[in-house]
């Protein structure tokens, strides 16, 4: 099972269905833009533990995401926590560029994909860090494992990925938006896979895409407390 799959796994119909309403799309639509943009999260994260200091900061930051529960969590906690990722694993411009990407395969507004990347970010790095833990993996072997994720993609959405992160990756380190401050555990409120409550993905946590903050460069991999 792919991180995608654990993914549509966990966020269940409840979950699908809070992210067509943000996207204004049925839950077929809203599936495919999940699965989009899962899959530039994580060859974004392939890319990054290509090389070995990328592999070892992003294996030492999973150890914080052991346990979270993104899928319950509030919605402001869970963007501040996207942001961050987002900010190692595209950088600023690169994650503006995905998102212009994946708004021209999937016919969603761009804002609209710029606000769920922030919201798929911590989901993917909780999975991936229970896998990690529970397989005992090392930086090498999840460097491995991220290949294989990336290999498992369709074809069609395999080809798109390839080129947008070519394009955000192919010159050199991309310029960062992130960190974002405020690194703060999950809430406890009603969260995207619950269908109740407005602490839920269908709020809008960052219009813009965007948080207050002095940004500062931080090369996509690199280690930092603000993962």
């Given at each position: 099972m792919t991180l995608t799959d654990e993914l549509l796994a966990e966020l269940g119909d409840s979950g699908l269905e809070q992210i067509a309403g943000m996207l204004g799309t049925d839950t077929t639509m809203a599936r495919d833009v999940v699965e989009a943009v899962s899959g530039v999260i994580v060859g974004g994260m392939a890319r990054n533990a290509r090389h070995p200091d990328g592999a070892d900061a992003l294996r030492a930051a999973l150890d914080d995401h052991v346990d979270t529960d993104p899928f319950t969590g509030d919605v402001a906690s869970l963007t501040r926590d996207g942001h961050s990722i987002l900010g190692h694993v595209l950088g600023g411009q690169g994650t503006e560029q995905a998102a212009d990407g994946l708004a021209r395969f999937t016919g969603v507004d761009p804002?609209?994909?710029?606000?769920?990347?922030?919201?798929?970010?911590?989901?993917?790095?909780s999975l991936l860090a229970d896998r990690a833990e529970s397989r005992g993996m090392n930086a090498g072997t999840l460097a491995d494992d991220?290949?294989?994720?990336?290999?498992?993609?369709?074809?069609?959405?395999?080809?798109?990925?390839?080129?947008?992160?070519?394009?955000?990756?192919?010159?050199?380190?991309?310029?960062?938006?992130?960190?974002?401050?405020?690194?703060?555990?999950?809430?406890?409120?009603?969260?995207?896979?619950?269908?109740?409550?407005?602490?839920t993905v269908g709020r809008r946590g960052a219009p813009d895409g965007h948080e207050e903050g002095d940004p500062h460069e931080v090369a996509p991999g690199t280690s930092n407390p603000d993962w």
């Amino acid at each position: 099972m792919t991180l995608t799959d654990e993914l549509l796994a966990e966020l269940g119909d409840s979950g699908l269905e809070q992210i067509a309403g943000m996207l204004g799309t049925d839950t077929t639509m809203a599936r495919d833009v999940v699965e989009a943009v899962s899959g530039v999260i994580v060859g974004g994260m392939a890319r990054n533990a290509r090389h070995p200091d990328g592999a070892d900061a992003l294996r030492a930051a999973l150890d914080d995401h052991v346990d979270t529960d993104p899928f319950t969590g509030d919605v402001a906690s869970l963007t501040r926590d996207g942001h961050s990722i987002l900010g190692h694993v595209l950088g600023g411009q690169g994650t503006e560029q995905a998102a212009d990407g994946l708004a021209r395969f999937t016919g969603v507004d761009p804002g609209l994909i710029m606000r769920l990347l922030p919201l798929v970010a911590p989901m993917i790095m909780s999975l991936l860090a229970d896998r990690a833990e529970s397989r005992g993996m090392n930086a090498g072997t999840l460097a491995d494992d991220l290949d294989r994720e990336q290999a498992a993609r369709p074809d069609e959405l395999g080809e798109l990925l390839q080129g947008l992160l070519d394009a955000v990756f192919g010159g050199g380190v991309p310029a960062q938006g992130g960190p974002y401050e405020s690194h703060s555990p999950f809430g406890t409120g009603p969260g995207i896979g619950t269908g109740t409550g407005t602490g839920t993905v269908g709020r809008r946590g960052a219009p813009d895409g965007h948080e207050e903050g002095d940004p500062h460069e931080v090369a996509p991999g690199t280690s930092n407390p603000d993962w």
